[in-house]
């Protein structure tokens, strides 16, 4: 496959999001920070005053009832890359980026499901003494992608 960054997207979400105020500071940091598509599991989002340039109507927002709907609808080439504190998540801060992927996170209060643990194909951290809130956490995620880091192709994509 040739290597070619124009082929370069990513999405982020939320499973099961607990509040709305949440949505709308991720949607807004994630139009900020060149996020492809954004999408629900579970609760639906609804328009807040957080999400103060409408990201939700300025890009691609899609809406899943279930985990195995969402999983069913990834992008053809895409990485399920888990956001998650547990001890077999890999360090942020060496993780690489694929070139293609779509960023789960989970509300703060149960994080992702078992089902969406296993079938990421990586699960990330990031140093926190504690958890953070989600839209943080997702800014965290979208900020480190954006730095000069190396991407990588797998040989499945």
Not at 46 to 68: G, L, R
Not at 130 to 156: C, E, T, W
């Amino acid at each position: 496959m040739i290597d070619n960054l124009d082929n370069e997207f990513f999405g982020i979400g939320i499973q099961n999001g607990k509040t709305p105020e949440n949505l709308g500071v991720l949607w807004r940091s994630a139009q900020n920070m060149g996020a492809s598509f954004i999408f629900t599991i579970g609760n639906r989002y609804a328009k807040q005053a957080s999400d103060t340039h409408n990201a939700v109507k300025s890009m691609p927002y899609f809406h899943y009832n279930t985990f195995d709907d969402f999983y069913h609808h990834l992008p053809k080439g895409a990485m399920l890359i888990g956001v998650e504190l547990t001890d077999k998540a890999e360090p942020l801060e060496t993780f690489k980026h694929p070139k293609r992927c779509v960023y789960l996170l989970g509300a703060e209060d149960h994080g992702l499901s078992k089902k969406a643990i296993e079938k990421s194909r990586f699960i990330v951290k990031f140093r926190s003494e504690l958890s953070l809130n989600v839209a943080v956490a997702g800014s965290i995620v979208m900020y480190d992608r954006g730095i000069n880091k190396p991407r990588f192709i797998r040989a499945s994509e």
